[in-house]
């Protein structure tokens, strides 16, 4: 079927074109009647992915994110617009498509619920029709990866949510999909885990050019995975570009905070600004591409007594905001 | 083909040996069940210890519709176990899950879980079908024998287009779930009695519209050779299994339909 | 005293906000509602007197049970079952007051709000396409008032009591179809109590399950009389009483088991 390190087949794998999803929601008003509005959960939205790209998709919640993942999968219907998915259209070859991709859901699990993980990949193994030796082959290869051995004859219902996670991982991989799209894979992991599961996605898309879609909220996703990055909000997409130059644009500010051992006068640092005074503790606007966390501290602490700190980074959310406060 | 029955088949199994893990409840829950419906029938014993005949019917007569009527209802409610569950599913985003798959939603909601202790209530009512045939006069001929075997598998068809038909309204709103229940379990009871003793429009909106009259009344009044107060075509008595072919493929629109509209309009 | 009342009234807005479900159920309600009264009707068309009861009033019996059934709740609650199952009840036992009470208050306040939704609009379809028999005294109604609470009290008890094995047992749907089955049957909503064998009858008497059904319909139907009343709603009040104590040792053998489990 597919064999892996390369496949055939167009450039070309995803191609959204002006895809509009409008909602209605009713509200009750009194007691009976109902009051019906329209929600464009993603009004107009056009881009292209080629194979083996691995792109972040990102965006404050209910920016259309998952309706536009949903879309792509053939969950969710478009009210207008084109869309095609390895040549396929979602609406009307979702079985077609299905058998190709791989969908990872962050907060639900792919699995079942009360069989042991062994069981579910079997199950898949089926409902997928994986050919024997592709089945072997990537089970063993993501079970030493992943290290499922410890676990795999354990019921979903009792793994953590890590290893749950890296169990939907394989299961999404097993039948060797041209696509993976991932809905908020980290979330509520810890550090450690966090980094395997990188790891994982970044040899996958080296070592068999799976496309990797992944839509998260987390910023060190995009910047340890994504070369190329999709900023949606509001339902529309306001950036698609590398990540390094949206830094350098929009890179937003992050903040010291520092506690002094007494109030004392706005500290003057160059490459930072005091954006705040509260007695004993001052607010300090910096930017990391200018000058790293540890040099502002240390200036900071040869002009005055530091007793605490702390560092607040922008999130996706501040990113977002500049950017679409220049668009 | 085969091998997608086979995927079917295999996704089944696997729910059926999750259920054996609970061993205990699982042999208490089919006893309730055989019970269960069991105390329904001594209802129909309470009606008999009054009278002879119920609107011409007997004792084992009306034992013969009430046994094919419970005996193919839960066949049918066992095999359609998850698509009552389909609110919940679709509440918890299990499917979106399902749309995700190479496989079609029908046949993976319907294999996401099968009851087995609906057998429990299976038997009781098969017994009760079994008592009725050794104590009503049938005069066999191999046409009747073929009528009888078409009856039971089509009552059980007919079930279970019912079963999908109504469920598909989880697609469209979770409030009327209810409504499914009315022509389901009504179903199963309004088919354990002769239909001539209901209202003329009740026959006319759940024996005809509903097309509950040929889950087994009809075919019934030819294998027990008993004449219709109601005065229906006798080609109708034949046509179970017409009708049920229509049941299943109506039921089938209706569902692609109503995933088209859950598509469209999301949760 | 006015704890009590607010509860009920919570129990009561809880159940409100589902007012499609309602909908939907009244429609299910009345429709079961048709089957069984054109089965005794069958039947009547047959026996015309059987246990002294007139058509009409067997077809009033169906739509006055069929009525009363979401009030008594006969099928499904769990509710006291799934806050064990959570752990929620450690601390519900915990809080200062009655716990036992808290429930049949707010269980009182569910059952007027179905009682009113679900229980009247099957009795008005009924009444425009069937003759009934409706009460001629108008005291009939107060004492029915009384009595419906009671059998939603009786009801309470045993589901009460039913939830609690949820202590003991992994799944009590097991326990709870066995008894739903047969307090369905034996309190006379599937068939009046009346039309059963007299043997049959006499053994069901000691029952506390007609408490549910047969008593409440006996007083509506105006089959008992003065002191016929009192006496119907006095049986229906002991019933209540010995229930809902045994409800109380089966919560204290429980609370004994959490604690002695840590909670």
Redesign the interface.
Known sequence: MNAPGGFGGAPRVVELRDIRKTFNVYRRRGRIRRERSQVDAVAGISFTIERGEMVGYVGPNGAGKSTTVKMLTGILVPSSGFVRVLDFEPTRQRVDLARRIGVVFGQRTQLWWDLPLRDSFELLRHIYRIPPDVYDRNLAEFGEVLDLEPFIDTPVRQLSLGQRMRGDLAAALLHAPEILFLDEPTIGLDVVAKARIREFLARINQERRTTILLTTHDMDDIERLCKRMLVIDHGRVIYDGDLATVKARYGADSVLVVDLEEPAPPIEVDGATVERVDGPRQWLRFRREQMSAAALIAAVAAKASVRDLAISDPDIEDVVRRIYGSA | MA?RA??YR??AM?RVR?HF??RV?FA??F???F??NF??F??VL??F???S???GWSLPEVAFLYGSSAFMFKFADMLMTNMDRLPTIIR???F??V??????TLGQVMTGDVDLRQIGAMTQGCLVFLYALGHVHIEWTPERVAVLGSMLVSAAAIFCGIFVAMNSIAFW???????A???TY?GQ??TE??LH???VW?RRLMGYLIPLAFVNYLPSLYILGKGDPTHTPVILRFLSPVVAVAVLAVAGAIWRVSV?HY????S | MRLWWEVARRGFRRYATYRGATFAGVFTNTVFGFIRAYVLIALFAVAPHIAGFHVSEAVTYTFVSQGMLMPLYLWGWQEIADTVYSGQIATDLYRPFDYQSYWLAQDLGRATYHGIFRGVPPFIIGAIFFTLRVPHDPWTWLFFALSFYLAVAVSFAMRFMVNLSSFWLLDVRGVHGVAAAAWTLLSGFTIPLQFFPLLAKRALDVLPFRAMFELPLNIFLERVHGFGVVSTLALQLFWVVVLLGCGRVMLRAATRKLVLQGG
Do not use: C, K, W
């Not at chain 2, 709103?173 to 409504?179: G, K, L, M, P």
């Not at chain 2, 598509?263 to 999301?266: D, E």
């Open positions: 091998s086979g995927v295999r996704l696997s999750a893990e609970y409840s208490l829950q006893i309730g069940a019970l269960l105390l329904e001594i209802a309470v009606i210890h009054h009278i005949f119920l609107a918890m985003g299990t979106d899950q749309l995700t798959r190479p496989l079609g709103t979770t409030d009327a779930r209810e409504v229940n009315s022509f009504g009871a309004f009695y002769p003793i209901f209202g009740m088209r598509r469209s309009t999301g």
